[in-house]
């Protein structure tokens, strides 16, 4: 009986095993070129149709050094170009304590992020509803994002409606106050009794002509001065009473509906002046 050396037989094995391998070893290299060469189709397709996030992610699978060089040099430069067409925004809270840190924000339903850390954001181009829900409450707020731009920021404002824009929006009235008519009244007294006292100095002035001008004594003529004297004080009283009315009604303030007076403008009152030799009313304010 003959016995066979071993060596021949671990010889073939060695070679089954190595076939095997290049076998194996081809078959990934055609899947890894298959996989480049689409993701090199996809990548232009997402490019024309404005999805730069898809073109970016689809250019660097094909830019890979698995990749053959004609192909990874296309891919890296469409890779280039996604990555300044991506937009990003910055999502921002302000609130009474100032900007929040947590929020829920959802971008057209879906939900974007938790953490408002001041970092950009990458979103696709086009229009956008930012949804803020924070401590029960929310704001909607709609942009349209361009390609290209980064870092625009987004803002939802939780912040309370201040007083005094409050009162501002209020409708406010300016009635006339009764001090208007009182001085008014005084006013047009006075110009009233200027007339009558005018008339009457002039009619005790007329009869003086005739009764004893040009020799008449100041007892005589004494009547007429003093009915002119009363005349120009009431000229003044009544011209003091008009110009403070007008004064008022002009000053006078605003009453919002909520029956808040916020400020009076400017006071005027009318104060006799009687001296010795003036007669007459000032008008005193403050503007």
Known sequence: MI???????????????????????????????????????HAQVKKKEGDPRKAR????????EACPSFVRADCVTWMEEAEKAIPTVVLQAQTDEGDA?????????AELTTNLDG??????????????????AHREVQALVKEGEKSRPIVADFRSPRRE??????????PTPSSVWIAGGIGAAGLVGFGALAIAGSVAKGSLQTECAPF?????????????????????????????????YLLRPEVHAEGQQPRVAAS???????????????????F
């Open 3 to 41: 016995t066979l050396p071993a060596a021949p037989q671990r010889a073939t094995g060695l070679a089954a095993v190595l076939v095997a391998f290049l076998i194996t070893q081809g078959g990934l290299a055609a899947d890894e070129r298959q996989a480049c060469y689409d993701a090199y189709e």
């Open 268 to 286: 005027a009152r009318l104060v006799p002046v009687v001296a010795p030799s003036v007669q007459g009313a000032s008008l005193v304010g403050a």
């Open 119 to 136: 970092r950009s954001l990458e979103v696709d181009p086009g229009p956008h509803v930012f949804r803020f829900e924070l401590a029960g």
């Open 101 to 109: 840190t947590h929020a829920r924000v959802l971008l057209d339903g």
């Open 216 to 248: 008449c004594t100041d007892a005589q003529t004494s009547p007429s001065r003093s009915l002119f004297l009363a005349a120009d004080i009431s000229l003044g009283v009544g011209l003091a009473g008009a110009a403070t009315a007008v004064a008022l």
């Open 57 to 64: 992610d689809l250019s660097r699978l094909c830019a890979r």
């Open 165 to 174: 824009a409050a009162v501002a929006r209020a409708p406010a009235e300016r």
